[in-house]
């Protein structure tokens, strides 16, 4: 067997043989790759690229053999597989720590829908319940200012910063000198002829009526009217609000809303059917909307898009004669 030496004891010639030999398994596997795949072909009379290394001998006056085929078969397998299992395990790691990462997202993201689904369900069954027993206030005049801006937003006012669009309580900053001279009006007292009830049987709808739809705490609790606007069954514009993301999703599907759809407003004494004439999308600033009308009418108003809410879906609807 070959002595081993320092580097100082061999010639270029013996240095170059001895990187041969380390390098020749790796090569003969990698060539034995190649020709499997049809990359490399034996030509007659051609001798391999990287043939048998004959013997030589080195500085020490040893000989330094040729490794054996077999040997160098065997070493080649033993690398390559060596370096094949190593990739595979490490390919499998990551492949469980992806799923593992996703399945994580898919379960919260389904918890979040399901809690959001229970609390919305959870208040449209109050809504309803409290719907059959409600008695509502009087409305009284419509203050000389009257508001600049469409009620909604779907994110509670926080305190000490402006609210942000989309936010309840947004004024356009054009709009502010008006809406700081406004006053809302005091919440009327009850009287039986006002509306207490809504239902919507085509979105499945049915809830109470609070007053004073520009109040968060009432207008989180369902439909919420506007103080000034007309009762149910009387000459003018009735205007109602509600939200379509939060708090029961009591307005969610005004927009499946079409023409001769029928609304049914309740008041202590008799219910009145409306009849959907026209639905328009508008700014939050277009508050011609709940204007005034010569017949008697209701207007619902809520946030759009679903969850984006920068704009204002508006239905209009007739008393049925």
């Known amino acids: 067997m070959a002595r081993r030496g320092t580097p100082g004891e061999y010639d270029s010639d013996e240095l170059e043989l001895l990187l041969r030999l380390r390098k020749y398994p790796l090569r003969a596997e990698r060539r034995r790759r190649l020709q499997a795949l049809g990359r490399v072909v034996d030509v007659p009379g051609l001798s391999p690229p990287h043939g048998s290394i004959q013997p030589t001998r080195l500085a020490s006056g040893q000989l330094a053999p040729p490794l ?7 070493a080649g397998d033993q690398t390559a597989g060596r370096q094949v299992t190593g990739r595979a395990m490490a390919g499998w ?14 379960f919260a993201a389904i918890s979040l829908w ?10 449209t069954q109050v809504q309803r319940v409290e719907s059959a027993d409600l008695a509502l206030p009087t409305p009284l005049a419509t203050p000389v200012i009257d508001v600049v801006v469409l009620p909604g937003g779907h994110r509670y006012p926080h305190s000490g910063e402006a609210p942000q669009p989309g936010e309840a309580g947004y004024i356009p900053a054009h709009l502010l000198p008006a809406i700081n001279n406004y006053e809302s009006p005091p919440v009327p007292t009850p009287a039986p002829e006002h509306a207490r009830r809504i239902q919507i049987e085509a979105l499945g709808v049915d809830s ?5 739809m520009y109040d968060w705490e009432v207008l989180k609790r369902g439909v919420a009217q506007h103080i000034g606007s007309a009762a ?3 000459k003018g514009n009735m205007v109602l609000a509600g939200h379509n993301d939060v708090y029961g999703e009591v307005f969610r599907d005004l927009d499946q809303l079409a023409p001769g759809d029928e609304i049914v407003i309740s008041s202590q004494r008799r219910a009145h059917v409306y009849v959907v004439r026209e639905t328009v999308i508008v700014d939050p ?10 017949h008697a009418s209701v207007t619902l108003i809520s946030c759009y898009p679903y969850r984006v809410n920068t704009k204002r879906i508006v239905v209009f609807a007739d008393l049925a004669s």
């Open 208 to 212: 109470a009526v609070y007053q004073d």
């Open 232 to 234: 149910p069954g009387q």
């Open 285 to 294: 600033a277009e508050v011609w909307v709940m204007a005034p009308t010569e």
């Open 114 to 123: 399901r809690t959001d689904r229970e609390l919305n369900r959870t208040l």
């Open 68 to 74: 054996p085929p077999a040997k160098v078969a065997s």
């Open 93 to 106: 790691a990551w492949l469980l720590l992806e799923v593992a990462v996703v399945g994580l997202v898919i």
